[in-house]
């Protein structure tokens, strides 16, 4: 699961970290093989910036499940910070950690200058600042000077992240392994996992390609109560692609009637590989989404407004699954 940990309307920020640590618990007896969370700043909506402090706390939280980024956003943080943070991490919480990498700010200009001061971002940096973060993260090497303290030799596996072909290519051929950010820019989807299929380079980390694909999900009983339920999460779509961000709404009966042609498209473009419905049409969506790509895991993404819908969900969807890959 890829958790946004969204602030709701009339909730607050600990109320969001709350139901994170309920939700990671929650997948985790379901048996879902790992719980990461999103970097983003100077966004209200979202409570996950301080992205290794609250993996620290869920990891703490939790016993078995794999906990991570998804992603951290390089360009904003020196891969020696990086490494430092997740190194720790991985000594307390020895075999769990994961570090899903971005090459995208996930925030605004101003505030990523804000990050990393007045930092000039180069295309060549994301690559380069990768390769120093395996060198900080491997084994020490007889007189390297800068050496990360936790971090060396704790080798946490490094995941690269995108939603076009940049990070596709990149992840093949240093032989890591990739997550498509489908869950909200599905259109390159097809061409970029094919493309890491086709340019792999087994490596050290991983002999054949391996790929995470996002998948938003909205279960419940029927389809009618997923599609009223889905409706917080198409009026936070439209707030992003009109640039007015804020809080998870609650539901709204009828939110896309209301809607003209053009921001119903928008929704429905970001959403385009969402399974939203009851627990047949659920299972129908993932097993297409997951035949289609060929993905090794599916990572989804569950944004409702009540707390308690989105643990039932989340048990439908795992029911749905299992359900699928029996059949």
Known sequence: MLDLVAVREGGTVAQALQLAVRTAQHVESLGFTRYWMAEHHNMPGIASSSTAVLIGHVAGATQLIRVGSGGIMLPN???????????????LYPGRIDLGLGRAPGTDGMTMRALRRDRVETEEDFPRDVMELQRLLGPAQPGQKLVATPGAGTNVPLW????????????AHLGLPYAFASHF????????????RDLFKPSATLDKPYVIVGAPVIAAPTDSEAEFLASSTYQRVLGIVTGKRGLLPPPVEGFMEGLNMAERQAIEGFLAVASIGGPER??????ILAEHTGADELMLVCDIYDGDLRLRSLDIAAQALRAGYAG
Do not use: C, K
């Not at 690269?160 to 992840?171: D, E, K, P, T, V």
């Not at 820019?185 to 890491?196: E, G, I, N, S």
């Not at 659920?282 to 097993?287: A, E, H, K, S």
């Open 77 to 91: 943080h020196a891969p020696l910070v990086v490494a430092e943070a997740f190194g720790t991490l991985a000594e």
């Open 160 to 171: 690269l992240l995108g939603s076009s072909l940049f990070s596709a290519q990149l992840a």
């Open 185 to 196: 820019a599905p259109r390159m989807l097809q061409q970029a996992v094919q493309l890491y």
């Open 282 to 287: 659920v299972q129908q969506r993932l097993q």
